[in-house]
């Protein structure tokens, strides 16, 4: 059932799923096991994320949460011994840089996803296994400062803060969002480029890196990310003192941007930021606790209502990824969305310039048949002829080259594999 559970029919995955929580319920002994074979088929089906296959490991993940859901105490063991061996591959890779595969892809990136998502929503005995995730999160924030592995960084700062509002707990992610905005300050010159969806990427090529379409993608992003971040502040009665740092930031980032989008959008921010500090203070102003009160801080806090920073986030968010949506349903229209990941995405262990060495081989091959062919045929035919010849010798020349990539990408996935799944 752990195998159906994870094939690509959509109608027997949910079938499998059923059967497997009927046999749990039946013989409690069983989860355990069952869980540790759903966890290892999650990795293996979360390898790559596109707009195909998100819809399915999106289900698998919620299903699986689900299943870690019936004994709060089992799921503590597993995801002690899951959490450990995600925080042993990141210190690996913190100790030799050259295995930065093991943790830069989409399965690691998957497993965070999945563990947050079981802490979201947890008892008070899974409490301790979150000081230890965000532990590794922040590592993996940390790992790489390169603006090819920005979109990683931004999904992982996402992860924290959807855990830290589930939690209620406070993760200091200021200096991450504001050093990705340094990289947006500074114009790009390169030729523009159509946007690609930064949602199924996790870096890209230093040459895109380059152009304003990446820039305006990673912006959007991180404006995202950093509004979400600070309306969560804006219920706490230490906004104005919390909110300070990131003002006079914000202000810098305005004077040295020459983008007029980007400083408009600051603008805005800063406006509701300056609203929100105001008003928090006047209130505060006449309460009769001290700081070390802090369950009248909590009710004083509860008791606040919504924010002008929260009702912003709300519907700055809906019209964003309304015209996502429409941008993407543009793009798959054109059938331009796997063309775009494949010349934006860095291809692990091959260089930028194979492609083109490739694509140059042919040329000399191509005509010494064509000078063979001229002593025994007429010049129609031979005209017909070189078609042949050199579309039968580029592909020929270009199937050794794809094998050999299947064949790395093969040995790293396999890598990661043994990297993230622990002895059972």
């Excluded at 959008?265 to 209130?283: A, F, G, H, N």
Aim: net charge positive.
């Amino acid at each position: 059932h752990v195998t159906v559970w994870g094939s690509k029919a959509e109608l027997s995955r949910v079938v499998a799923f059923t059967c497997l929580q009927a046999v749990v319920k039946k013989i409690p002994t069983f989860l355990e096991d069952i869980l540790k074979k759903m966890y290892v088929e999650y990795t293996k089906c979360s390898k790559m994320m596109n707009p195909k296959t998100r819809d399915n490991i999106m289900l698998m993940r919620n299903s699986l949460v689900e299943m870690f859901k019936i004994n709060p105490s089992i799921t503590y063991t597993t995801g002690f011994l899951y959490i450990r061996q995600l925080a042993v591959t990141l210190r690996s890779v913190i100790v030799n840089k050259k295995e930065i595969e093991s943790v830069y892809n989409w399965q690691y990136i998957n497993c965070l996803h999945l563990w947050v998502s079981v802490l979201s929503d947890c008892d008070a005995c899974l409490q301790p296994l979150i000081f230890p995730l965000i532990q590794v999160m922040m590592g993996v924030v940390k790992l790489h400062s390169s603006p090819c592995f920005y979109p990683l960084q931004l999904h992982t700062i996402r992860l924290m803060l959807h855990l830290a509002a589930a939690t209620n707990k406070h993760i200091p992610l200021v200096h991450s969002l504001l050093g990705t905005l340094d990289f947006c300050a500074t114009v790009n010159k390169a030729p523009a480029t159509k946007p690609i969806d930064l949602t199924c990427v996790l870096r890209v090529t230093k040459g895109y890196k380059r152009t304003k379409a990446y820039q305006d993608g990673v912006f959007d992003l991180t404006y995202e990310l950093l509004l979400n971040y600070i309306a969560q502040l804006s219920q706490s009665i230490s906004f104005p003192e919390v909110s300070f740092p990131v003002t006079v930031w914000l202000k810098k980032f305005k004077k040295k941007c020459n983008n007029p989008k980007y400083n408009s959008q600051m603008k805005q921010l800063l406006e509701k930021m300056e609203t929100v500090s105001r008003d928090i203070t006047e209130r505060r102003s006449s309460v009769t606790f001290t700081p070390k009160d802090l369950e009248e801080v909590t009710k004083w806090e509860n008791s606040l209502p919504e924010s002008a920073l929260t009702k912003y986030f709300n519907t700055w968010i809906k019209i964003h990824r309304s015209v996502a949506a429409a941008q993407s349903a543009a793009r798959e229209e054109e059938g331009e969305d796997g063309e775009q990941e494949e010349n934006i995405m860095e291809d692990s262990g091959s260089d930028d310039g194979e492609e083109d060495e490739v694509e140059a081989k042919p040329g000399p091959s191509s005509k010494k048949k064509t000078n063979k062919s001229k002593k025994s045929k007429s010049q129609d035919t031979d005209s017909a002829n070189l078609g042949k010849n050199v579309n039968g010798l580029s592909s020929a020349v270009s199937s050794p080259e794809k094998n050999k990539k299947k064949k790395k990408k093969k040995e790293k996935s396999t890598d990661c594999d043994s990297a993230l799944i622990p002895l059972l």
